[in-house]
């Protein structure tokens, strides 16, 4: 059965396509508009900011899979060994994505060079220095951005009732990249772009092995909250 538009990764590859060169010309206008917004926001966004960071994502997603294995390793015979063995799935799914999302969008950075905000007086809004190891030019894509895009794309995927609060989580902390100047909002967009792609190719990864996901036409769904029978059955 083809799957409509909005049930496909179509809808993000047109996202992806047509947002990051749409906002690429508006970049500085927007960034220094967003700087330049009242203390109390700004204060706020610097407040929210750093939620976006991988290490703590890839440590807590990491310890909470360890200790739900091992907990249904020890008991797995008892009644909650399914439960804990579901929870070591999804951080395990966690981990991974945002583990392959911080991989890609560190070598992106190196090798797109793009110069941060905090230089535009100097050089600009669209300044690139491939492969220059300095953090100054390594604004394009937002690693924050591609953090919470990871994972609230990854929680997007286990919970699809909760998508809407996920969504407006990312696009809070990718907003405050753009508040603080750390990024351009182009930079924001690819990188929450590009955790989202990483968290649905994992989820179909793990949906064509049948563990945590399973494929329900053409698309990977939580085991427990689609109506459709696995294929086959």
Same mark, same amino acid.
């Given at each position: ?61 990491a310890a909470v899979a360890l200790l739900a294995w091992g907990l249904h390793r020890i008991g797995r ?10 929870? %070591?799935? +999804? ?7 945002? $583990? /392959? ?5 560190? &070598? !992106?950075? *190196? @090798? ?57 989580? %990312?696009? +809070? ?7 603080? $100047? /750390? ?5 924001? &967009? !690819?990188? *929450? @772009? ?40």
């Amino acid at each position: 059965m083809k799957r409509p538009f909005a049930t496909s990764p179509l809808w993000l590859f047109a996202a992806t396509l047509i947002l990051i060169p749409a906002l690429a010309p508006l970049d500085p206008v927007l960034s220094m508009r967003a700087q330049a917004l009242p203390d109390a926001i700004v204060a706020f966004n610097r407040t929210i900011t750093d939620f976006g960071t991988f290490r703590w994502m890839i440590g807590a997603s990491a310890a909470v899979a360890l200790l739900a294995w091992g907990l249904h390793r020890i008991g797995r015979n008892g009644p909650f060994a399914a439960t804990m063995q579901a929870i %070591a799935r +999804a951080s395990l799914y966690v981990f991974l994505t945002i $583990g /392959a999302t911080s991989a890609l969008v560190h &070598a !992106a950075k *190196l @090798l797109i060079g793009r110069a941060r905000p905090e230089l535009f007086a100097e050089l600009g809004a669209y300044s690139l220095a491939p492969f220059t190891p300095d953090n100054l030019y390594h604004s394009f894509p937002s690693g924050h951005s591609a953090a919470v895009g990871a994972l609230f794309g990854a929680l997007a995927m286990l919970a699809p009732r909760l998508r809407p609060l996920f969504v407006l989580g %990312a696009l +809070a902390i990718g907003v405050s990249r753009v508040v603080v $100047g /750390a990024h351009y909002p182009s930079d924001v &967009a !690819a990188g *929450l @772009l590009l955790g989202l792609w990483t968290a649905i190719a994992i989820a179909f990864l793990f949906a064509r092995r049948n563990v945590l996901f399973r494929l329900d036409r053409g698309w990977p769904k939580p085991e427990g909250f689609s109506p459709h029978p696995p294929a086959g059955t």
